[in-house]
Structures are given as structure tokens and as C-alpha cells.
């Protein structure tokens, strides 16, 4: 495999200054407490989420599993080294390196969860139970009562019909209440899945097919740990370690190991790919920040395509509903007609 030879850290990576931190942990935390007060949603909980780790000493080893804390760590120790004799930082330059840090975050984190896409599809999915609970309750049930005083044999679609607006009929109230407190339910299981995780991954990013997403939080780990003066063969084997995509967990191991040659598929995936077999650090570390944030840019996109045609289909599923409804009700009628016009 044509992997590229492990480069030795750099000396002033933040293994060999870690106490450089430690000692700046609480003003650091202070910093970002002061920062995340000026924000709200998402981004304020994963600042806090930083703070907190800040706050507790937690070692050199933990702070690499963070790519969020690593971004404010790093660039915190670039500061710190930039002044002769072991001086404090002024208070300018504390702000200085916390919003430089913020910036890195920032640019490398995935964009907030987004519900707003969300409401036109949920919007039209309500209006279709809300269809088919009205017509069970006030349309099917009148012609139930029709066809039992002819007591005719009723088609199979229209049997079909008349058992799912029964079962609508004896439970409206349960069909009621389980449509009004799904989207709470999500909504609060959404923000309490991205407390504690990088970079605010939720439940359902981590559990449903944004791998593009994944896959970007994953280079930008690589490189934020790359640029502390983390190894190669290290840095991505922690970074698929910590990663909630399974697949990338096992690339990582086995492209590490030197058992797979390519870490994902090589033609849809290629940019990371070639990143990866770089041997210039400093380009590396640059390349992957890169194709993470094209990874995110492409997710979104992918996602509103999705979400648009899923918008369609609902609606496509509207009218086939009533066609199919109001075929299978008036199927009988023409057995009716024939037999009074015979």
C-alpha cells in the first residue's frame, strides 16, 4: 500500500506544551464562556459543551478524541508560544485566540440542524392522516351504513376501504395524539443527542444516511489532530475511533493497519482519498479542511434534493389516496345501478 511515511511531531506540538494548557484551562473556559453568551441554538450548547470539558482536567489523551476542544487548545498553545520568556497572554490576545479558535470551529463544523426543510413535508404528511381520519369518521362510515341496507358483496378495494376507515374510526383519538407529539418527541430528543458531541451531531446524523457529513467531521478531526503534531497512522485511527459512522471506523482501522488501500470508495469519494497519500504535512492538513468543508456544502445539497422530492411524493400520495378512496366507494354503486336497471 502507498501510504505515506510517518513524519515525526512537530516540537511545538501540544503534546510536548500540554502544560501550557493545562495551566490556561480555566481562563480558556472563562473565554469561552463569554464567547458562547453571545450566541444561541446549536452553537452555544457545543461551546458550553467545550467550556465544560475545559473545566475539568481531563488529560492530553481526551483532548484528541475532541476535534471541537483541539481547534481552541491549539491555537490557544500558538499564541502562548509566540511570546518570548513564558509571558500571559494580554487580554487582546486571549480574545484573539479564542476567536481564532472559534473561527477554526466554526469553519469545520457541520451546520447547525435545520428543522425549517423539514415543516413542508410534516405539513402535508398531517394533512393526509387529517384526511383520512375525516374521511373514516364522517364519509365511510355513511357509506358503510349504505351498502350493509343493500347487503350486497362488496369488492376486495372496497372491503379494504371500509376496514381501514373502521380501525381510523375506533382510534382517532390514539392516531390524534401520537401525530401531535411525534414532532415535540423529536424536537427534544434532537437537542439532547447533541449535548457532549463534536460538533453537535445529532441522533439523527449519526444514525441516518448523511455519511457525507460524517465523512467531513472525520477529515476535519484528521487535520485538527495533524496540525496538534499527532502522527499520521495515529491520527486516523483516532479520528475513526471517535467517529459515529461505523463504516469509517473500520476504514480507519484497516487503512491504518495497511490492509485496505483506499479509505472510502475511491470514485465517489476521491478528494479525501488523495489527501490522505500527500506527504507534505502542511498541504495535507489544508486539503482535508478543504474537502471537509466541500463534504458538508455537497450533504446539504443532497439532503434539500432529498427533501424536496420527499415534499413531492407526499403530495403524489394525497391524490392517489383520494382517487383510490373514492374508486373503491363507488365501485358497489355500479353492481346497484345494474341490478335496478336489469
Known amino acids: 500500500m502507498n501510504q505515506p511515511a510517518e513524519e515525526i511531531p512537530y516540537s511545538n506540538s501540544l503534546k510536548n506544551h500540554w502544560h501550557t494548557i493545562?495551566?490556561?484551562r480555566s481562563v480558556m473556559a472563562e473565554r469561552i464562556r463569554s464567547l458562547a453568551s453571545t450566541l444561541s441554538g446549536p452553537r452555544q450548547r457545543q461551546l458550553r459543551s467545550v467550556e465544560r470539558w475545559l473545566a475539568s482536567s481531563r488529560g492530553y489523551d481526551k483532548?484528541?478524541?475532541?476535534?471541537?476542544?483541539?481547534?481552541f487548545c491549539q491555537t490557544w498553545l500558538d499564541a502562548s508560544l509566540g511570546k518570548p520568556n513564558d509571558e500571559p497572554l494580554t487580554e487582546p490576545e486571549m480574545i484573539a485566540a479564542i476567536g481564532k479558535g472559534y473561527c477554526k470551529f466554526e469553519s469545520s463544523a457541520p451546520p447547525p440542524r435545520n428543522l425549517t426543510p423539514f415543516l413542508y413535508p410534516a405539513l402535508a404528511l398531517f394533512a393526509w392522516l387529517l384526511m383520512i381520519a375525516?374521511?373514516?369518521?364522517?364519509?365511510i362510515a355513511e357509506f358503510r351504513k349504505m351498502y350493509d341496507e343493500f347487503g350486497i358483496e362488496l369488492p376486495m378495494a372496497t372491503q379494504l376501504v371500509m376496514g381501514i376507515g373502521s380501525w381510523f374510526e375506533a382510534n382517532w383519538p390514539w392516531i390524534f395524539c401520537l401525530t401531535i407529539l411525534s414532532p415535540i418527541v423529536l424536537l427534544i430528543s434532537l437537542r439532547l443527542s447533541q449535548r457532549g458531541r463534536a460538533f453537535s451531531l445529532s441522533w439523527f446524523d449519526r444514525r441516518f444516511g448523511r455519511f457525507r457529513i460524517q465523512l467531513s467531521v472525520w477529515g476535519s478531526h484528521v487535520a485538527s489532530l495533524l496540525a496538534a503534531g499527532v502522527g499520521d497512522t495515529e491520527a486516523i485511527q483516532i479520528a475513526g475511533?471517535?467517529?459515529?459512522n461505523k463504516r469509517l471506523q473500520t476504514s480507519s482501522k484497516l487503512f491504518s493497519m495497511g490492509r485496505?488501500?483506499?479509505?472510502v470508495d475511491p470514485e465517489r469519494y476521491?478528494?479525501?482519498?488523495?489527501?490522505?497519500?500527500l506527504k507534505n504535512r502542511a498541504a495535507k492538513i489544508a486539503i482535508l479542511e478543504e474537502t471537509g468543508r466541500y463534504y458538508r456544502s455537497v450533504g446539504q445539497v443532497v439532503q434539500g434534493w432529498w427533501l424536496d422530492w420527499l415534499s413531492k411524493a407526499i403530495i403524489a400520495m394525497i391524490f392517489l389516496t383520494v382517487f383510490f378512496v373514492a374508486t373503491s366507494l363507488y365501485m358497489p354503486m355500479f353492481s346497484i345501478i345494474s341490478g335496478l336497471t336489469g
Open 22 to 24: 493545562e495551566r490556561s
Open 63 to 71: 483532548v484528541l478524541e475532541r476535534p471541537d476542544v483541539l481547534y
Open 134 to 139: 375525516f374521511g373514516s369518521v364522517f364519509v
Open 241 to 244: 475511533r471517535c467517529s459515529s
Open 260 to 263: 485496505q488501500k483506499y479509505l
Open 270 to 277: 476521491p478528494l479525501v482519498n488523495n489527501s490522505l497519500t
